[in-house]
């Protein structure tokens, strides 16, 4: 049995708001502080749609991406 000594969990890497891509910075930014829940954008070239719902119990928001 081995025993978990630290947290190694790193939330900045799943941070979209931190991300490389400005592009995935400003969807972020729309849905998170503009309240958005509806975000179209193209990256990488292709157009996709980003659907985000609230999950009050949580405190997170659930996105879905679609191309």
């Known amino acids: 049995i081995e025993t978990i ?3 190694t969990y ?4 799943y941070n979209l708001t931190l991300s490389k891509e400005s ?3 400003d969807m972020a930014s729309q849905i998170l502080l503009k ?5 179209e954008t193209e990256i990488g070239g292709e157009k996709i749609t ?3 719902a609230n999950i009050p119990e949580l405190n997170w928001k ?3 991406i679609l191309k």
């Open 35 to 39: 309240k958005k829940d509806l975000v």
């Open 10 to 13: 790193r939330k900045d890497l």
């Open 5 to 7: 000594k630290q947290d």
């Open 23 to 25: 592009k995935v910075r």
């Open 50 to 52: 980003i659907i985000a």
């Open 62 to 64: 659930l996105i879905e």
